[in-house]
Nanobody, 126 residues
């Protein structure tokens, strides 16, 4: 059964850090590009960061560039999102998504994601 499972969310004060993980099962993640998306309350799901199959090409939303880092460990079938200097506007549910097969340039829009995880809640508040 194909599955993506996120973890690592939680509550943190502004300026703090969190590391999200997304573990894939049921398929070999190394053959797929992927991305992290955030959905704030009452808003649409938006892309935060993406990474290609080899991990050498990444893209970040402007608001997180320089503070977040997306990486992958293909041996562990896992992608990560290291989030530093967190701001209150980072609050939301973070989803990991597998980009469907086929060529595309980053950033990957939601429409190219064929599988989603269940999400992990991140709350940044003092």
């Amino acid at each position: 059964q194909l599955q993506l499972v996120e973890s690592g969310g939680g509550g943190v004060q502004p300026g703090g850090s969190l590391r999200l993980s997304c573990v894939a099962s049921g398929f070999d993640f190394k053959y797929y590009s992927a991305g992290w998306f955030r959905q704030a309350p009452g808003k649409e799901r938006e892309g935060v960061a993406s990474i290609n199959t080899g991990g050498l090409s990444t893209h970040y939303a402007g608001s997180v560039k320089g503070r977040y880092t997306i990486t992958r460990d293909n041996d562990r079938n896992t992608i990560y999102l290291q989030m530093n200097k967190l701001r209150p506007e980072a609050t939301g549910v973070y989803y990991c998504g597998r980009k469907r097969s086929g060529r595309a340039t980053q950033p990957y829009p939601r429409e190219l994601i064929d599988y989603w995880g269940q999400g992990t809640q991140v709350t940044v508040s003092s």
